[in-house]
């Protein structure tokens, strides 16, 4: 068995957030555990036990006391801490403190700003009252079309407050996607910035809020933040309130006590097929969650200067906003991480002495190769953690972080998910770490590898599946009569089980590998996005009559996502439709999720009942022969796969000659 590449000293051990943990255990509780292994099975064999730890153990504050944990302990359907009520934001301002910044930022133009508890508190209370004003009350919906700056942490704390429910988009998003998203849950305010800037560029917002405005009929009120043009005019919309407007003066913060299980927020995780799904996390789940997963597998505490480096509309955001929950000062960095070079955020880390970095795979991925070197750019002598998510990071990116970062950085890479909003496999720092693996199985997470008989498996990929439920799972999909897509989203693989969709393997110390997706759904730089969200766009064009993209990711190897079009007859994929075809998904979808290359193909894939295959595709060019992946008898055009086999072999040996 390989060495590992860092071992945690004992003085890093013993500073770890889960040390007085298992001590408190221990006393409180009469709970001892010879290692992490035997903590974690305990807590996932002992639902009630575990949780009723966390929520003791931090002391969660609610107005009411706790009683049963886990009234049903079924998957869908459990019912966690009946009877509590409580409110996110309680947990957050019961930090403040005159003796650190709540939130320190900066932008592109290098403007740096930090944040105060009391202005937080302020901020939050000041922008609640103004939208009481406009009526809204607690279930009503609170969208945003913001970027990652102070603002959009203040616009979600307000909105919590309230118990009213928040949901965001950010402003790279084209038209039709934030369209898909906020239509599906009628909301009554929108909080919208009027333009961003990212990559050294200006982009203004105007005309698109006015698009939104008229698509969304729902919306009452917008607020609006001068995000590029300080002179702004409220008075371009109708029934709009200025940010400053909507934040001046000094009203008290008076916070909502809701049941747990009341809805916090609505975030999007797009399938193959249909709209985004419009996915409900409760206040209570979120709460006990994200203390759990910032305490024992951030080890964040109020000491900490915490950035996680994520767009607004990706649940890192969220994740990096659960910071505030421990106390921590929240960094973040509103722009591009590559411009003007890759050693932006590094600088950034560095200046404002940051503890905990996290950011996407794709990054660090991105420095190795622009052999960056963070060390000559910056002061990283604050940092002690690494981490990273969004897609696998290989070996070689662990490799390159001890060689260029430093080699007694705690690196922590974690997988989880926008369905439940936190991590189902990651870090602790009392373990080691070895190359291209994470260290744990989470506390409260009985992740397994199952095969597809669903049977456990150890040592061998097989299917993500968590088999007991967790607090911060979805109450439900928004519209959903029945919970018939929430089912069939994650329980009809394995009914009961919680199936995530990746492929992964427990190794024989109780880590864990990512291997990607094992659906269609695209992933491209840790932003997941739904096939059908590409085809609206793709398919608008006279020219193509259709089309199939799948996202190549797998472990160790760069994302590749080829696009596969049907030409209209009379017209062919000229250098000119191809520009017109990745502009457009630019613009409705985001630059991330533009084609590597673009194919002309005589037909897509179908089965008998019209659907595209885009699965099967997806296996064939990773390298399974075609008798495994497609029944012909099962297909509308089988001969079309022919076309798929042949490129999937030209793209194999060409990787071969490489």
Not at 629 to 638: I, L, R, T, W
Request: hydrophobic share 45%; with cysteine; charged share 20%.
């Amino acid at each position: 068995m390989e060495s590992p590449a860092w071992h945690p000293s004992a003085k890093t051990a013993r500073a770890a957030k889960l040390t007085p943990f298992g001590d408190w255990l221990e006393r409180e509780r009469g709970l001892r555990f010879a290692d992490y292994d035997a903590l974690w099975r305990w807590s996932v064999d002992d639902l009630e036990g575990f949780w009723s730890a966390i929520w003791d153990y931090f002391a969660i504050p609610a107005a009411t006391p706790r009683g049963r944990v886990l009234a049903e302990a079924r998957m869908p359907g459990a019912r966690w801490f009946p009877g509590v009520t409580l409110n996110y934001v309680d947990q957050v301002f019961r930090h403040a403190t005159a003796a650190r910044p709540a939130i320190v930022s900066r932008n592109e133009a290098g403007e740096n700003r930090e944040i105060a508890w009391a202005e937080l508190q302020r901020q939050v209370g000041a922008l609640a009252a103004t939208l009481r004003g406009m009526g809204v009350e607690r279930g009503d919906r609170v969208v945003a079309y913001l970027p990652n700056i102070p603002e959009t942490v203040i616009a979600f704390l307000a909105v919590a407050s309230i118990g009213a429910i928040w949901s965001a988009c950010s402003p790279d998003m084209g038209r039709i996607a934030v369209v898909d998203r906020f239509r599906q849950i009628a909301p009554k305010v929108l909080i919208a910035v009027d333009g961003y800037r990212y990559g050294g560029k200006n982009f203004d917002r105007r005309e698109l809020i006015h698009q939104l405005l008229a698509e969304l009929p729902s919306i009452a009120h917008l607020v609006l933040l001068p995000g590029m043009d300080p002179q702004a005019d409220p008075a371009e919309f109708d029934h709009c309130t200025s940010w400053t407007r909507a934040t001046a003066g000094n009203a008290p913060l008076r916070v909502a006590q809701v049941p747990f299980e009341h809805p916090l927020w609505v975030v999007y995780s797009s399938g193959t097929t249909g709209l985004p799904k419009p996915i409900v996390h409760t206040q209570g789940g979120i709460v006990v969650e994200h203390v759990k997963m910032c305490a024992f597998h951030f080890d964040l505490g109020p000491e900490d200067r915490f950035h996680w480096y994520s767009s607004s509309g990706w649940v890192m955001w969220n994740c990096q906003v659960a910071g505030l929950l421990m106390g921590s000062t929240v960094c973040i960095y509103d722009g591009n991480p590559g411009w003007p070079d890759w050693n932006a955020l590094w600088r950034f880390v560095g200046e404002t002495r940051v503890t905990f970095f996290g950011a996407g795979a794709a990054f660090f991925l991105s420095c190795l190769k622009a052999h960056v070197e963070p060390n000559d750019v910056a002061d990283l002598s604050a940092l002690r953690a690494i981490g990273s998510t969004g897609s696998p990071l290989p070996p070689e990116g662990y490799q390159w972080i001890y060689d260029h970062v430093r080699s007694d950085i705690w690196l922590n890479p974690v997988s989880g998910g926008t369905d439940f909003a936190g991590c189902f496999v990651g870090g602790v720092p009392t373990l080691p770490v070895y190359l291209g693996e994470m260290q744990c199985r989470c506390l409260g997470a009985k992740v397994e590898a199952w095969d597809e008989a669903g049977r456990p498996l150890v040592d061998e990929v097989g299917e993500l599946v968590c088999s007991a439920p967790m607090p911060s799972m979805p109450l439900m999909f928004w519209n959903d009569p029945g919970d018939a897509r929430y089912r069939e989203s994650y329980f009809d693989m394995y009914p009961g089980a919680w199936r995530h969709g990746d492929w992964i393997r427990i190794t024989p110390r109780g880590g864990a590998i990512i291997y990607g997706r094992s659906d269609a759904t695209i992933n491209r730089h840790g932003i997941r996005m739904g096939t059908s969200e590409l085809y609206r766009a793709v398919e608008e064009i006279p020219e193509i009559l259709d089309s199939l993209v799948v996202d190549l990711e797998y472990l160790g190897r760069e994302s590749y996502m080829p696009l596969f079009v049907v030409i209209r007859p009379g017209h062919e994929l000229t250098r000119a439709l191809e520009a017109l075809l990745r502009e457009r998904i630019r613009v409705a979808l985001s630059a991330r999720h533009v084609p590597n290359e673009i194919f002309a193909v005589a037909e897509i894939p179908r089965t008998l009942s019209g659907k595209k295959m885009e699965l099967p595709v997806k296996k064939l060019l990773l390298g399974q022969a075609i008798e495994t992946v497609a029944n012909p008898d099962a297909m509308a055009n089988p001969a079309s796969l022919q076309w798929f086999v042949d490129f999937a072999a030209r793209r194999a040996a060409g990787e071969k000659t490489a």
